[in-house]
């Protein structure tokens, strides 16, 4: 998706039983940084004290120094990568958010976006609530200090009862960390071991990296507690059909990870390979663009027999410096991220495999460089539908008006990013490329408009209006 990329949301990390914990949830977090890079923070405990750090930027901007994460002291941490979904950018809306209710503190990591925000928001402000953030986490917390149950479990499933949407959430408390999920699954959260330790995890990369052993997911519909005798989980629903954010597997979860029980790299695969069937191309070579539609390239490659070609090389540096491009740099806006090799692309036909077209202005100028390089042919083709709805349960994507395939048929968005062919994979085989079944369903609302649980944009506090791409 190149420059235009859809924001991840956020990715969280917990460890139960280490010393150093805090350590663990950092390197746990490195790994999910591409699930969100606005800030970052962790939160530990040691029984006794609670010790937090939290800042704007991406992990190791905000823990530039070894000593933030050495006074992060005690055997149990939560930590939070963050992208807004809702909530300004703003360093009171930083996570983990720790607050000390009646029986004692807390600390919750959220990913996910609730849709009921703005009538509990209403409601616990008239009952006093004072907000110290605009993020929809924080009602969770406000419920929890109203709840009448003592223990914590109690006063987490109380509170998110009452809520709807997406959210897979991680709290800390002074003797447990609690993990819990949505009914619909929407976001990933996995469990893994080593020893005593327990982790909980957005995506499973994170416990490669940390050398745990992978378990099984939080079931939708599931608290899970870890404490000192290990960890046990109790479904607090049942019988909910899950509906997973099929863009997970599509694009933003890493191919090295698994979530939702399915390998992101072999359902990507998967989706290249129908893709190649459903629409086959006349050409020379396969290309991808780097790094979002490799492994579907792959795919494609694989079952159309077309050669797979490095043709695009991405900048992996361009945006992680402080130095301001200027003003003739910007305009040179996707040569500052990718360059052609001119090589492999002359007098070519081309098969350019991209996981999905959000506004089409970086794939238009990405075919243009394509075409300047000498390739005779250009055809795209896309492992996932025109998206044509916004999201919300926790995706940026623009207004409806911005999406190019808004409005547009397929030959219309072939004429506006200006290619020789287009073939979108469509509903049908992308789901055929995932396993469903036995309650297991996936969410396709910004596809098709149907959205799984009910969304009332008044109520939702997502503004369809924001615009939130990287540029
Ligand atoms: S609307 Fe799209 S991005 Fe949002 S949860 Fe559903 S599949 Fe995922």
Request: proline residues 8%; glycine residues 8%; hydrophobic residues 35%.
């Given at each position: 998706m190149g420059l235009e990329k859809i924001r991840h949301h956020c990715g969280v990390t917990a460890v139960w039983g280490d010393p150093n914990a805090a350590e663990l949830v950092f390197h746990g977090l490195y790994s999910l940084q591409h699930r969100g890079q606005e800030s970052a923070g962790i939160v530990s405990t040691d029984g006794d004290h609670f010790f937090r750090h939290v800042g704007m930027g991406v992990l190791t901007h905000v823990f530039d120094t070894p000593n933030k994460l050495k006074e992060l002291k005690g055997f149990s941490a939560i930590g939070h990568n963050r992208y807004s979904t809702t909530g300004s950018s703003s360093p009171f809306n930083?996570?983990?958010?720790f607050a000390t209710l009646r029986d004692g503190p807390i600390a919750i990591g959220h990913n996910g976006n609730l849709v009921n925000t703005k009538p509990l928001r209403a409601m616990l402000q008239d009952d006093g609530a004072i907000f110290q953030s605009s993020t929809d986490s924080e009602i969770i917390i406000h419920l929890m200090a109203r709840a009448p149950e003592s223990d914590m479990r109690g006063k987490l499933l109380s509170a998110i009862q009452k809520v709807q949407g997406a959210y897979s959430i991680v709290m800390l408390s002074r003797d447990?960390?609690?993990?819990?999920?949505?009914?619909?699954?929407?976001r990933p959260l996995c469990i893994g071991v080593k020893g005593k330790s327990t982790v909980f995890a957005s995506e499973s990369c994170a416990l490669d990296l940390l050398g745990y052993e992978y378990?099984?997911?939080?079931?939708?519909g599931e608290i899970v507690m870890a404490d000192d005798s290990g960890w046990h989980g109790e479904r607090f629903t049942k019988g909910v059909t899950t509906h997973h954010c099929i863009f997970e597997l599509i694009y933003f979860s890493r191919p090295d990870s698994r979530v939702f029980n399915e390998y992101v790299d072999k359902s990507r695969r998967k989706m290249g390979k129908n893709l190649a069937l459903e629409h086959p191309a006349d050409a020379d070579i396969v290309i991808s663009v780097p790094d979002s539609s490799n492994t579907a390239a792959l795919g494609y490659s694989q079952r159309s027999k077309i050669r797979f070609e490095l043709a695009l090389i991405r900048n992996h540096y361009v945006g992680r410096t402080f130095i301001?491009?200027?003003?003739?740099?910007?305009?040179?806006?996707?040569?500052?991220?990718?360059?052609?090799?001119?090589?492999?692309?002359?007098?070519?036909?081309?098969?350019?495999?991209?996981?999905?077209?959000?506004?089409?202005?970086?794939?238009?100028?990405?075919?243009?460089?394509?075409?300047?390089?000498?390739?005779?042919?250009?055809?795209?083709?896309?492992?996932?539908?025109?998206?044509?709805?916004?999201?919300?349960?926790?995706m940026d994507f623009p207004t409806r008006t911005e999406l190019i395939a808004h409005n547009r048929t397929v030959e219309e968005v072939q004429e506006e990013i200006k290619v020789d062919s287009l073939g979108y994979l469509s509903v049908e085989t992308l789901l055929d490329s995932v396993r469903r079944g036995n309650g297991v369903d996936y969410c396709t609302a910004c596809f098709t408009g149907k959205y799984p649980i009910p969304v009332n944009e008044e109520e939702s506090g997502v503004e369809g209006s924001k615009i939130l791409f990287e540029e």
């Open positions: 930083i996570q983990p958010l447990a960390i609690y993990a819990a999920r949505d009914p619909h699954g929407v378990v099984r997911d939080v079931y939708p301001q491009p200027t003003k003739a740099m910007r305009e040179m806006g996707v040569k500052l991220k990718f360059n052609t090799v001119g090589g492999v692309l002359k007098d070519k036909k081309v098969v350019i495999v991209e996981d999905s077209i959000v506004r089409g202005t970086t794939l238009r100028k990405l075919t243009e460089l394509i075409r300047n390089s000498g390739a005779k042919e250009v055809h795209v083709r896309v492992s996932s539908p025109p998206i044509r709805h916004p999201c919300y349960y926790g």
